[in-house]
């Protein structure tokens, strides 16, 4: 699966990195393996949302928010939070 991120999603990802290297390396790689191994039988911490946030999913890394959508082939990454900041827009 092809990964594109949001210039958004970009932004905090980089602001993520200046603080905590750690987390940051941590949402890329859980990025990278779910868009590996999405079809496999490997278990993610997926949800589907609902409210503004609908049609897209939530990938739980650590306290973290991935807020993505995808198709089978495209992965595309809106948004990566904090999970207190995650759905409050």
């Known amino acids: 699966m092809d990964i594109r991120y949001s210039e958004k999603a970009e932004r905090q990802i980089k ?7 750690k987390s940051a390396a941590m949402i ?3 990025i990278e393996n779910f868009a590996a191994y999405s079809s496999g039988k490997k278990n993610f911490d ?3 949302l609902k409210g503004k ?5 939530r990938l739980r890394v650590g306290n973290y928010r ?3 959508e995808d198709n089978g082939t ?3 990454i809106y948004e990566v939070k904090h999970r207190q900041e995650a759905y409050h827009d």
């Open 74 to 76: 495209i992965m595309l």
């Open 46 to 48: 997926i949800k589907i």
């Open 53 to 57: 946030y609908g049609d897209f999913k």
């Open 15 to 21: 602001k993520i990195h200046k603080g905590d290297r």
């Open 66 to 68: 991935v807020i993505f």
């Open 28 to 30: 890329i790689e859980a």
